[in-house]
């Protein structure tokens, strides 16, 4: 079972977006059978299948083993990853796309799209992936935000210069800074 599946399609997301199959995808996070993932919730096997059928069909599911019950071949099934995410292209945006530069909302959507996608391709198998991820809260007075927006700018464009070279291993680095909204619990 994979940690992350990047959703890109969007006959997947019309699959998994189906309230009774996100509940039997929940069901999947083990393996199971669909009589099994049927009487936990309440529902008839021949029901459940419909749904598992369907989310095999997208890649959201994998067949893990069979089993022979009584003459019959039991299929089991099991999630195909732990978290599933959609990639913000299948929304897509309305209407007109406005010149957007680095301090607009719409430079920082597409900023953590790109993050995603590019998180989403990493090859978790790897031994080692040295990455970092750090978040935190600064309280900037008003009068001061234009001059902590310059100095944020001037850290960043240092390490980009002192780190810009031709050698060496290749990593992406993205900042987002953005008001805090209000605390939610």
């Known amino acids: 079972m994979r940690d992350v599946l990047y959703l890109e399609q969007i006959e ?52 893990v083993a069979e089993r022979k019950v009584r003459g019959i071949h ?44 590019d998180i989403a391709d990493l090859d978790r198998t790897a031994p080692e992936l040295p990455s970092v991820g750090m978040s935190g809260e600064i309280r900037v007075p008003p009068e001061l935000r234009p001059q902590f927006l310059n100095d944020l700018q001037a850290a960043l464009q240092d390490l980009f210069t002192r780190y810009g070279g031709a050698e060496g291993d290749a990593f992406k680095l993205a900042v987002a800074c953005y008001p805090k909204g209000e605390d939610r619990d």
């Open 74 to 117: 039991e299929g089991i099934y099991q999630a195909s990853a732990r978290t599933y995410w959609l990639s913000p292209r299948l929304v897509g945006r309305l209407g007109l796309r406005r010149a957007q530069d680095e301090f607009s909302l719409g430079y920082l959507l597409d900023l953590m799209e790109e993050v995603q996608a």
């Open 12 to 63: 997947q997301a019309e699959t998994l977006l189906k309230p009774q199959r996100i509940e039997v995808l929940r069901e999947l996070a083990e393996p199971g059978t669909c009589g099994e993932v049927a009487a936990r919730l309440g529902q008839t096997p021949q029901r459940v299948y419909y749904h598992v059928k369907r989310l095999v069909e997208a890649g959201l599911v994998d067949q």
